[in-house]
């Protein structure tokens, strides 16, 4: 066996289902032969945007792939994977590369360099006998922390030389922290303190597939949700606690919630500064939950900060209110929300609803 048809031999077991290619790399053939689809593009950037559709549109349940030629093709698909990054994207890219003659001669392009700030993991295949840990360590960054563009550099001369050995590999499991039960306590406490608690949610409630806990929490403390530009859908939009979404613009109930609450929890988002991010007024007590230690404190100071999961979080938080509040929650809170009988419409003269 192929290095090359080792690599695909894993790619399989790991469920990729399909490769989005402009050719020519050293693994078409090799997939070719193993019957996993390629799909040829008309250029790199659309390759990698169609690796990332894919994994974006199953939370990271199949990771997208993209593959490219060596030299150039590395070349023009830096837009897509960069594109990955900054929204924080599961995606697998294997570009090519000439051959380990080239390593380290110029003006060789040498992706692993070129890409190690646009990628959680920028490795380089450089012996056959590093293929399994390689894979290993690629899908173990893929499917834990903070989701982003994971690459494997695949000389065109190493994926044709022998793949020496049994090939022992175990599909790389989902690793999700849950959260510090202290931390959990105490968002449920200053929670339940709060006059006008807002929920801020992001994409990472999508990738933990939490939108039933996140719905159980927000009915159990009758706080409103709003959702970032990519956590869009993450709560039901017509739901009577939704707010709506938050980006360069946004709903009325979106502004007025951010303005009047006292408490904000933000899950499953960076809360980064940004042009496509609301402004957090200056007074609010801010409990953040992220899988990216560096997120917290980075742009706004946590009160509460948690490194989880977010639907470990959201279980956790559910079930501490419901310790505290009896499984009916805070019915009286919803009602205001829905009626207009809360201090938001009092001030605002508006009804959280989209439609009155």
Known sequence: MKVGDALVSLLLKEGVQQCFSYPFSPVMEPMSRAGLRSIVTRQ??????????????????????????????SENAFAGIAHAYTDSVPVLFLPGHPGLRHVGVPTTFDSQLNYAGTTKLAQKLLLPDQLTSYVRRAFTALRSGRPGPVMLEVPGDICDQDFEGPLDYEPVARLRPAADQGAVEEAAERLLAAEEPLIWAGQGVLFAEASDALQQVAELLGAAVMTTLQGKSAFPETHPLAAGTGGLVATAMVDECLRACDTLLAVGTSLSYAPFTRVIPDGKTIIHVTVDAADINKSYAAQVGVIADA????????????????????????????????????????????RE
């Open 44 to 73: 790199e950037r659309v390759a990698g945007n169609m690796a990332d559709g894919v994994s974006r549109s199953t939370n990271g349940r199949q990771i997208g792939t993209v593959t490219v030629q060596a030299l150039a093709g």
């Open 311 to 354: 639907r470990l979080f959201l279980e956790q938080l559910a079930e501490a209110l419901r310790r505290k509040l009896g499984e009916g929650g805070r019915a009286d809170r919803r009602a205001s929300k829905l009626y207009g009988s809360s201090p938001w419409r009092q001030r605002s003269g508006r009804s959280l609803r989209y």
